[in-house]
């Protein structure tokens, strides 16, 4: 089968990031399948082959500090020379298409309307939910028009691929008639080595926590930080490290330079990060309080699963329920620095028990979130092999 993958952020190993759709595309390639992907950079326009991916790069320049305006004249762009890349090639039998931007959907109905090509439309962040939530999206008729996109962009959709179950609650709610499937993001156990540290914390030997990725205002990374302001006061022996890129990461940086509990690294490649939470005890994962941001499914957050540590995120939903019920991190008040302390401290104060917590981390990655297991549920979809259950813990089971 031929398939065009379109993302407009596909990003290699050697970029860093998030990888998801290297991930997949690659394991498609294995399958025997032809991959062809479409996606943008920020210099010339080239074809280059990735691992055995045909990828297509357009010449659209994005940032994370872009403005709204300015991102959305990116989104137009990539849709505009998606669709004339797309037109030139030949026999392709389906298009899987990633989301965000939302405006991916253009590009996939028009594949569908002009050369009859069905296409999967994989869903990763509630758009325009997430945008009108947090009071980007303000104007009536807009919001009204962006939802009826998202509304008609599911229903098109052969199939749709949603990251977690909240959001494909979300989306069965908006179009009962799509056919939705889970597959969230992945942990590479391959690749990270679960190298567990544990010892008696000192100001020789700090508790190291990390948080890795996109530094936004959707992450709202002031609860991390306030609550290593409080761990400094208390004087505990605990370090925290912010590893990342994004429109916020200067100004917090300027903000919080007296903290010396506190250490920012620009961002980097898979190993970077490989190494950094090599030497990372837990890993902090963070957004802003609004609900819909729940709902998501953070690639930080399963790295950090098969890096095998303790998971701390400030925010409710599936994945809340999820680390507390197979023992592997916390939950924070986000608005409460101190009850940050006071959780931190039980694994402070108990090696043993941050040690069963990390190895049950791991566990849950290698049982039901390792890469391998989600590129073999793609695969599944696309023969219509298998059906997706999920129980009670939200973990996803293969049923004949």
Known sequence: MKILYVHQYFKTPQEGGSIRSYYLAKGLVDAGHDVVMLTTHNQKRGVVDVDGIEVHYLPVSYKNEYGFLRRIFSFLRFVKLAKNEASAIDKVDLAYVM????????????????FSIPYYFEVGDLWPEAPVKMGIIRNKFLKKWLYSLEKKFYFE???VIALSPAIRNYIEKVSPHTKVHVIPNMADCNF?????????????????ITYCGAVGRANQLEFFLEAAKETKNQKLPVHFNILGAGSEFQRLKSQYRKLWNVSFYNHTDKNGVKKLLNESDAVYVSFKDVSVLNTGSPNKFFDSLAAGKLTIINFKGWLKNMIERNKCGFYHDPHSPK?????????????DQLQR??????????????KEIQITKLLKIL???????????EVYILTA
Request: net charge positive; glycine share 4%.
């Open 192 to 208: 990270f080595d679960a190298d567990l540290r544990i010892g008696d914390y000192s100001n020789r030997n700090n508790f190291q």
């Open 357 to 370: 917590y990390q190895k049950n981390g791991r566990k849950l990655a290698e049982l039901y979130y390792d």
């Open 99 to 114: 989301t965000t931007p939302l405006t991916a959907g253009f590009i996939a109905t028009y594949l569908k309307k002009t």
């Open 383 to 393: 023969n219509n092999e298998y059906k997706f259950e999920v129980n009670d813990s």
């Open 339 to 351: 009850n940050f302390v006071r959780k931190l401290n039980v694994f402070l104060n108990n090696p």
């Open 157 to 159: 959709a052969d199939k």
